[in-house]
């Protein structure tokens, strides 16, 4: 299969950077899967898990807020969080999800809410993923 560059970077670090056969994402609209010589695009994040196929390996990240890009060169994707699936702190599941329910109670507007009862939403399917029964990382 054939390969392309792949970096997935966050504020603190370079998390992953190398070549790559395939990189399954979760989109804002649903998850792709990015093969070499995927068309261009950019795409926001949602709270997710991100995996990356090399040949037997994969890898297994959670990843949210941030975007990802598609060009020529391969896929970028810059994520506020990015974590090894293995190393996220169960509890910071159940915290994020505490809090996004806390912002629908305090919306000011509808809008305002129901961003806020999608990001309870996208938490609790994030936290599933990962096996962190009904909880999400930060």
Request: charged share 25%.
């Amino acid at each position: 299969m054939a390969s392309f560059a792949f970096e997935l970077v966050s504020p603190t670090r370079l998390v992953f950077s190398g070549e790559v056969e395939q990189v399954d994402v979760p989109g804002a609209e649903g998850d792709f899967g990015v093969l070499a010589g995927h068309a261009p695009f950019i795409t926001p994040l949602r709270p997710g898990v991100l995996t990356v196929r090399n040949g037997s390996e994969t890898k297994r990240l959670f990843v949210k807020d941030g975007f990802a890009e598609v060009n020529q060169k391969g896929l970028t994707v810059l994520a506020e969080t990015a974590v090894a699936v293995e190393e996220i702190e169960r509890d910071a599941f159940a915290t994020a999800i505490k809090e996004a329910e806390q912002a629908v109670t305090e919306a000011k507007d509808e809008a305002a809410r129901w961003q806020a009862v999608a990001a309870v939403e996208q938490l609790k399917a994030a936290a599933a993923q990962v096996g962190a029964g009904g909880a999400a990382a930060h």
